[in-house]
């Protein structure tokens, strides 16, 4: 019966463990003074990023590329975790984004490089969006 209830116990403590980061984090680094408009779903986004695991070792930089990574929010082109953290913002704002595995890579984890249940912190800057329905003023 010690075995069969330290296993029951040690259980419970990972699946605690888990609980503290089921939620997205979003820590707002750097508000511009002046946002004339914050971010829609539908909205095309271009934004650097580092992208690190908690322990702060980078698994990913657009700065490294020297290009912004640029996608639609809200549509589901990129983790769900980061659709969220980008809805919502002005074009030069500043975020840390901690994402947690079931918003993030799950217990799949990706490509080799993002190990399974791997909770995910992006330092990002949103350069500029626009939505494409617009209208363009010349």
């Known amino acids: 019966c010690k ?30 003074e002046s946002c004339t408009r914050k971010s829609v779903s539908g909205d095309y986004v271009r934004y650097h990023y580092n992208g690190t695991y908690l322990n702060g070792v980078t698994f990913d930089t657009s700065y490294q590329r020297n290009t912004t990574y640029n996608t639609y929010i809200g549509m589901g082109y990129v983790i769900a975790g980061m659709d969220q953290a980008l809805l919502g913002v002005c074009m030069g ?16 984890g990706a490509g080799g490089v993002i190990p399974p249940n791997a909770v995910l912190v ?9 939505n494409p329905n617009d209208t363009v003023k010349i």
Do not use: M, W
Not at 122 to 128: A, C, E, G, M, S
């Open 93 to 108: 704002e500043k975020r840390r984004v901690i994402i947690p595995p079931k918003l993030a890579y799950g217990e799949e």
């Open 3 to 32: 075995l069969i209830c330290a296993t029951l116990v040690f259980d419970a403590l990972l699946v605690d463990i888990h609980n503290s980061k089921d939620n997205l984090t979003i820590e707002n680094q750097e508000i511009p």
């Open 122 to 130: 992006f330092d990002i800057h949103v350069i500029d969006f626009h």
